[in-house]
């Protein structure tokens, strides 16, 4: 079964630096796609960066780039140059295209909560 | 503008009362889900559908009912809800080929 696992349920960074959220994976699916959402405390979830199994170079968004390591299975999320609305919870998720027969289903992992600090 | 709409956004009920939450896109999906998100377990796909009449179960199925008879509508069916029912559920769709789901804004919903 997929499986997603995110490692830090809470972590902290000062305004301006970088930080790198952990992600990890596991599929037996060859074909699959990886997703970061950020969800603040209004609630709603914002889709940040995508990556596919086959993309050969990582993924970039602004100030969000994903750290791919596919032999080792994980997807890291890198924010640089933090800012204060940087602080929310981050979901790391997986799709699989086979398994799911093309269908739409995400496996999320349970979360980090990144707090900004000045 | 496009989106994703759920109704109602926030529900108290009580056990056993059945009750629907109604999600509406207007950009012309063919793909939708339901899940809920607990804490500590991240966001759980209840249902999905890849198209009119066309449903599939998700990892926590049980207690909850979908239909499809439109493309633009996907209610999630509570048919006696439970207090274990009690969480965030979100809509998403996104249409085939393309990787992003658009999320709802959530239905908070708590069952006494």
């Known amino acids: 079964a997929q499986k997603i696992t995110q490692t830090q349920p809470g972590m902290f960074v000062q305004e301006k630096e970088a930080v790198t959220l952990d992600c990890t994976y596991d599929?037996?699916?060859?074909?699959?796609?990886l997703f970061w959402y950020k969800q603040p405390s209004s609630g709603e979830m914002i889709f940040l960066i995508y990556q596919g199994s086959y993309d050969q170079q990582n993924a970039t968004e602004g100030r969000y780039s994903l750290n791919f390591q596919k032999a080792r299975k994980s997807a890291n999320l890198v924010i640089s140059a933090s800012q204060l609305g940087d602080s929310a919870m981050y979901f790391c998720?997986?799709?699989?295209?086979?398994?799911?027969?093309?269908?739409?289903?995400?496996?999320f992992g349970t979360g980090t909560q990144l707090k900004v600090e000045l | 503008e496009a989106q994703v709409t759920q109704n109602p956004r926030y529900l108290i009920t009580v056990t056993g009362k059945k009750l629907t939450v109604t999600c509406s896109q207007n950009?012309?999906?063919?793909?939708m889900s339901w899940y809920r998100q607990d804490p500590g377990l991240g966001l759980r796909q209840i249902y999905y559908s890849m198209n009119v009449e066309v449903t599939d179960k998700g990892d926590v199925p049980e207690g909850y009912k979908v239909s499809r008879k439109e493309k633009r509508n996907f209610p999630l069916i509570l048919e006696s809800p439970s207090p274990n029912q009690t969480s965030l559920y979100f809509c998403?769709?996104?249409?085939?080929?393309?990787?992003?789901?658009?999320f709802g804004p959530g239905t908070r919903l708590t069952v006494l």
């Open positions: 599929t037996s699916d060859p074909s699959y796609g």
């Open positions: 950009m012309n999906h063919e793909y």
């Open positions: 998403a769709s996104s249409p085939p080929g393309v990787d992003e789901q658009f």
């Open positions: 998720a997986m799709r699989d295209f086979i398994l799911t027969g093309g269908g739409n289903k995400l496996t």
